[in-house]
């Protein structure tokens, strides 16, 4: 053990932080990693806002309406390659951790060429089948056409960004969340420039309408991962993209197989949020395309609230990860209290702010004032349970982060669709659209004490070993 030790703190960590350094509480090492990848979500959600802005005031709040209505089938579909690249930053973390670069390098090629191929498996399946799944969410007659252009377009964009997506996940398990972040300002900035202009039709380009934010987003996207490729190899990064890897492109089963152990159950945590949000979509559809414009903006100030949550989740999987890659357990425990403080002072601040301007912020995405009024009753109803979120995304990720994943993805079915879900549908009969809304804050204090209860009388008890 001593000597595993050894080896883990003499591993090099030029492009990574180092979370055995010693002298440095916890939550600074953290804090150090945390900052890059909420800044990395905060461009994303930016890059996503602003596509909503440019869609909904330069061309119509129903082109907003039928971008919205499109985003939980564009989530259904990345669900599973979420899951998969979990499982890869958790054995990449492990394998990172006990200074097996070799093995690092080996679960890459192998995860990225397994989002390759699942991404053209998308793109196909998806552009085929996108009217018949937007006629089964009864998305609303005066949307669904542009609603299946828009759809179109996003699938065939899936492996590209698939591969860029698990990329960034898999070098955030060596600790390094700061070349994500550079690559992601690429990506943000030129699908923010480039959205309006086609959507005006600036330059000579053509004018697309409502599926200008997609097509932009595959330029961005690609420049990104160029640009990714570039940076790795010119700074020499263990995770260039070299022969090496490229002949793991062809997949080793063995290693393939332990991720998709760890990540599935994950994937299909995310799939069943993905089906739920569906539901709730439906749900939503039924108070008309006002009411699916207000859920549209909606989502878009939460996926700001959300991402410290999110992030602090990432980073304590992959620190403890880590931690156990080194048979460092002791470490484990301050890695949990240092996330759960982060999750409730940073989520705090944010979901303060949010309450605070809500109507402001609100009001860049919808001029018109009746789907106004419905978007701020929502987001009234739910900003606050979104700290809870954060807090069981803390235990879970370190559980995950072990290779534990069964009772944690178990727990979050459960509060989706034996609390959420029904919760959603019964309280929508008996008061309406904010009876949909309260199905989050509710489901969420579930979740909470569900985690926290395998946790503490499961989990710590355990003793957790290395995966192969």
């Keep these: 053990m001593a000597q595993a030790q050894a080896q883990a703190r003499a591993t090099p960590r030029r492009h990574g932080v180092n979370i055995f350094e010693e002298g440095k509480p916890m939550w600074r090492i953290l804090l150090v990693f945390l900052v890059p990848l909420m800044l990395s979500n905060v461009l994303q959600s930016a890059s996503q806002t602003m596509a909503s802005i440019w869609i909904g005031r330069l061309i119509s709040t129903q082109a907003l309406g039928a971008v919205s209505a499109v985003f939980p089938i564009i989530f259904l579909l990345f669900s599973f390659v979420f899951g998969v690249s979990s499982g890869a930053s958790v054995l990449v973390g492990q394998a990172f951790g006990a200074g097996d670069q070799h093995k690092v390098k080996r679960i890459a090629g192998t995860v990225l060429g397994a989002a390759l191929y699942l991404g053209i498996i998308v793109a196909i399946v998806?552009?085929?089948?996108?009217?018949?799944?937007?006629?089964?969410?009864?998305?609303?007659?005066?949307?669904?056409?542009?609603?299946?252009?828009?759809?179109?377009?996003?699938?065939?964009?899936?492996?590209?960004?698939?591969?860029?997506?698990?990329?960034?996940?898999?070098?955030?398990?060596?600790?390094?969340?700061?070349?994500?972040?550079?690559?992601?300002?690429?990506?943000?900035?030129?699908?923010?420039?480039?959205?309006?202009?086609?959507?005006?039709?600036?330059?000579?380009?053509?004018?697309?309408?409502?599926?200008?934010?997609?097509?932009?987003?595959?330029?961005?996207?690609?420049?990104?991962?160029?640009?990714?490729?570039?940076?790795?190899?010119?700074?020499?990064?263990?995770?260039?993209?070299?022969?090496?890897?490229?002949?793991?492109?062809?997949?080793?089963?063995?290693?393939?197989?332990?991720?998709?152990?760890?990540?599935?159950?994950?994937?299909?945590?995310?799939?069943?949020?993905?089906?739920?949000?569906?539901?709730?979509?439906?749900?939503?559809?039924?108070?008309?395309?006002?009411?699916?414009?207000?859920?549209?903006?909606?989502n878009q100030v939460v996926g700001y609230v959300q991402f410290p949550a999110i992030s602090i989740g990432i980073a304590a999987s992959i620190f403890g990860a880590q931690c156990i890659g080194a048979r460092r357990e002791d470490k484990l425990g301050t890695v949990i209290r240092s996330a759960v403080g982060l999750n409730y002072v940073v989520g705090g601040l944010i979901i303060g702010v949010c309450y605070i301007f809500a109507w402001a912020i609100l009001g860049w995405f919808i001029t018109d004032v009746q789907t106004l009024r419905i978007a701020h009753e929502l987001l009234m109803i739910t900003l606050w349970s979104y700290l809870l979120f954060g807090n069981s995304a803390v235990l879970s990720g370190v559980m995950r982060g072990s290779g534990d994943v069964r009772w944690p993805t178990i727990n979050g079915i459960f509060a989706i669709w034996g609390v959420e879900v029904p919760v959603a549908f019964l309280l929508m009969h008996r008061i309406g659209l904010d009876g949909v809304w309260l199905g989050y804050p509710i489901s969420y204090c579930v979740v909470l004490t569900l985690q926290f209860c395998y946790y503490e009388f499961v989990w710590k008890r355990k003793t957790h070993e290395r995966l192969a």
């Design 126 to 298: 998806g552009a085929l089948g996108s009217t018949t799944v937007l006629g089964w969410l009864r998305t609303p007659p005066d949307i669904i056409a542009q609603s299946d252009a828009y759809a179109r377009v996003i699938f065939l964009t899936m492996p590209v960004f698939f591969v860029y997506f698990v990329y960034a996940t898999i070098l955030r398990g060596t600790g390094d969340s700061t070349t994500p972040f550079y690559a992601l300002i690429v990506s943000a900035v030129l699908a923010i420039v480039i959205t309006p202009l086609f959507i005006v039709g600036t330059f000579g380009l053509p004018k697309l309408g409502v599926v200008s934010a997609a097509v932009a987003g595959l330029i961005a996207n690609t420049a990104a991962l160029a640009w990714l490729l570039y940076y790795l190899q010119r700074r020499d990064h263990p995770l260039k993209f070299d022969r090496e890897m490229l002949g793991d492109l062809l997949v080793d089963w063995k290693i393939l197989g332990g991720v998709v152990r760890i990540g599935v159950p994950t994937g299909i945590q995310v799939m069943m949020v993905s089906l739920a949000e569906i539901a709730v979509i439906s749900f939503v559809n039924h108070f008309g395309s006002s009411a699916t414009a207000a859920y549209g903006a909606v």
